[in-house]
């Protein structure tokens, strides 16, 4: 352990990168929305998070992802996404899980 107060800055910065430490591990699903003409896919990339529960809401047109997940030492890992897609049906979204991997499809109203 050294003495970060007599360290500077830059090698502060170094110093935490090269620490590894699991608790302060901060993996992230990778999530992609592709617009298509009558629906938009969403698939979210777990990256080895297990799926522990997830909420939709679509609200004044921004559909709202709130995924709570665990990672390879079982902490919960609660992750909050947006996004701004007009005009969907919500309540006819179909929904595929795998083990890694989570697909939305949702289909669009017509105007």
Same mark, same amino acid.
């Given at each position: 352990?050294?003495?970060?107060?007599?360290?500077?800055?830059?090698?502060?910065? =170094? *110093? @935490?990168? $090269?620490?590894? &430490?699991? !608790?302060?591990? #901060?993996?992230?699903?990778?999530?992609?929305?592709?617009? /298509?003409?009558?629906?938009?896919?969403?698939?979210?990339?777990?990256?080895?998070?297990?799926?522990?529960?997830?909420?939709?809401?679509? =609200? *004044? @047109?921004? $559909?709202?992802? &709130?995924? !709570?997940?665990? #990672?390879?030492?079982?902490?919960?890992?609660?992750?909050? /996404?947006?996004?701004?897609?007009?005009?969907?049906?919500?309540?006819?979204?179909?929904?595929?899980?795998?083990?890694?991997?989570?697909?939305?499809?949702?289909?669009?109203?017509? &105007?």
């Amino acid at each position: 352990m050294t003495n970060n107060l007599l360290l500077s800055d830059r090698e502060n910065k =170094i *110093n @935490n990168l $090269l620490e590894f &430490n699991p !608790s302060k591990e #901060n993996i992230k699903p990778i999530i992609k929305v592709v617009n /298509r003409d009558k629906f938009y896919d969403i698939y979210i990339l777990l990256r080895g998070l297990t799926k522990e529960e997830i909420l939709i809401k679509y =609200i *004044n @047109n921004f $559909l709202i992802l &709130n995924l !709570s997940l665990k #990672n390879k030492y079982n902490n919960k890992v609660n992750f909050k /996404r947006s996004f701004y897609l007009k005009n969907v049906d919500i309540n006819n979204t179909e929904n595929i899980a795998c083990a890694n991997l989570i697909y939305f499809k949702i289909p669009k109203t017509q &105007n």
